[in-house]
C-alpha cells in the first residue's frame, strides 16, 4: 500500500495543516475548527482552539438544582404543610349549631364531651348530640379527622363511595361541598353525610332514639319518627357552617370553646 508522501520542514516536523487526520481538521477534536475557536480568541497552542469540558456545566447545573431543592425543603418544613385553612378542634359539638337539624327534628339536648386525639400526623374528634323529644328522639353524631401528612383522598372515594351493606343502595354524591361528598340512607332510621375538603374528613350522621317503659324491654308502641330521607338538605346546610367554621379562628370562651344555644 503506498500512503500520500509527508512534507517535511526544515526541521523534519510535518508542515501544519497538512498532517492527514481522522477529524474535520488535522489536530482539532471533532466539532471543533481551529481557524474559528470559541468566543473569538486566536487559536491557541498546537492544534488550535480551546475546548470546554460541557461536563462542568451539566455538574453545575445539578449542583444549582440540588440547592434550589434543598432551599425548597426547608421551607416547607418551616411552613408545615397546606391545611388549607382548617384547624384541630377539642369540642367538635359545641362548634356546631346544627340549626338546620333543630327546626326540622326538634330542640338539642344533652351533648357528649368530644373524643379528640391529636398527633402530628392527624387530629381526630368524635362527640354526640341529642335532638328532640322522647320518646321520638334523634341522636346527631359528628365526626372531624384532619390530615397533616397523607392525603386522605384516594381512601376517602374507596371507602365512602361503597354502600355499608350489600342490598342497600349506593351513597348519592353531594355536589358543590367541600372536594367530594357522600349522602346515604339506611332503613329510613339513619342518615349520613361525609365530606373530604382538602386534608379534612367531616362525618355528619343522624339515627332515630328508642324509649322503653319498663324492664321487659318491650317498646311503648308504634314509632312516630319520620323517616330520615328528607333530612338531606338540612345536614348538609350544617355541614356547610360546620366546614366554615372549622376554617375560622377558634372560638373564644372560659374553656376556650363557645356552646351554641341549645334551643
Known sequence: MISEPELLDDEGEPLRGTTPAHGPRGGAPYGLDPSHPEDGAPPTGRG????????LWAFGGALGASVLWAAGLAAYQTRGPDLGGYRASDA???????SALVTALGKR?????????????????????????PPSGYEANLRYELHKE??????FDAVQSRAAMPEEPAPEPVPALGDKAYFSVSGGTYAELVVLDGPAVIGLSVSTLHEYVDDTGDP?????????????????EDMRELMERLRSPAPSGPDGTSSPDAG
Open 48 to 55: 488550535g482552539g480551546r475546548y470546554r469540558r460541557p461536563w
Open 92 to 98: 367538635l359539638c359545641a362548634e356546631a349549631p346544627l
Open 109 to 133: 339536648g344533652a351533648t357528649t364531651n368530644a373524643d379528640a386525639y391529636g398527633h402530628p400526623a392527624l387530629d381526630r374528634t368524635y362527640c354526640s348530640v341529642q335532638l328532640g323529644e
Open 150 to 155: 397523607i392525603d386522605p383522598a384516594p381512601e
Open 220 to 236: 311503648p308502641g308504634e314509632s312516630t319518627h319520620a323517616p330520615l330521607d328528607g333530612v338531606k338538605e338540612f345536614m348538609v
